[in-house]
C-alpha cells in the first residue's frame, strides 16, 4: 500500500486496528450484557467504534442498569489482553522512520487507556498525540475526533489519512475529508472496501 504523497500523518484507531479486541467486546456484549440490550440482531455492529456514553445515552436508559454495565465494562477491561493487530508493531516502526505524525483517535476513554498504557508504559511517548472519549462531545460517525487531531497535529485534515475498522470510524473519516485506510478486522471485507480509499486485511499486507 502507498499513501498519497501530499499525507503528513496517520491516524489510528485503537480497537480493531490497533489491538485485536473487537471481538473480545463483542464475545463480552454477547456473554455479559445481552439480557439488558433491546432485541436487535445487528446491536453488536451499531455499538462498534462509539463511545461508551454513547452506547449508554443510546440503550440504558434505566440508571441502575447504566451502573451494572459501567460496572461490568471497568472490570472485563481491566484483564482483557491487548494483542497488536498482525504486523502492526513492524508497519508502525516503518511510518515512524519515514517522519509521519502519528496519532491515536480512539473511542475508548481515559479509564481504559490507563489499562493500555500499565500494560504497555511507553504506549503513549509512541505518538505525537492520542484522542480519546474524554477529548470530544460528539461521538463517531461525527468527525470531531479526527479534525481534533489534525489541529494537534498541525496539518490540514486532507493531509491526513486514517486507518479504520468500524463503519461509524469510517463514516467519521470520510466525513473529516481524510484519506481512508479501512482495516477489514471486524467487519466484512466487501462492506469496509466500499467506504474506504485503500483496504487492508491487517498491517502484514502492507
Request: aromatic share 12%; glycine share 4%.
Amino acid at each position: 500500500m502507498i499513501l498519497p504523497e501530499n499525507i503528513k500523518a496517520l491516524l489510528f484507531d485503537m480497537d480493531g486496528v490497533i489491538f485485536d479486541t473487537e471481538g473480545l467486546y463483542t464475545d463480552f456484549w454477547k456473554r455479559e450484557l445481552f439480557c439488558y440490550l433491546p432485541d436487535d440482531p445487528e446491536i453488536f455492529d451499531k455499538v462498534k467504534g462509539s463511545t461508551l456514553n454513547d452506547i449508554l445515552s443510546r440503550y440504558f436508559k434505566n440508571k441502575e442498569i447504566r451502573e451494572k454495565v459501567v460496572k461490568a465494562i471497568d472490570l472485563f477491561e481491566t484483564t482483557m489482553p491487548f494483542i497488536y493487530i498482525a504486523g502492526y508493531k513492524n508497519y508502525f516502526k516503518h511510518i515512524k522512520e519515514k517522519g509521519y505524525k502519528c496519532a491515536v483517535v480512539t473511542s475508548s476513554n481515559n479509564k481504559k487507556m490507563a489499562n493500555v498504557f500499565n500494560r504497555y508504559p511507553n504506549f503513549k511517548n509512541e505518538y505525537d498525540t492520542i484522542i480519546t472519549a474524554d477529548d470530544i462531545t460528539i461521538s463517531k460517525p461525527n468527525p470531531q475526533c479526527f479534525l481534533l487531531a489534525a489541529k494537534r497535529l498541525g496539518v490540514k485534515p486532507e493531509e491526513c489519512a486514517v486507518f479504520e475498522d468500524s463503519i461509524h470510524g469510517l463514516n467519521a473519516a470520510r466525513a473529516a475529508g481524510m484519506y481512508v485506510v479501512g482495516v477489514a478486522t471486524s467487519n466484512p471485507y466487501d462492506i469496509v472496501k466500499k467506504m474506504s480509499d485503500t483496504i487492508i486485511r491487517n498491517f502484514n499486507d502492507i
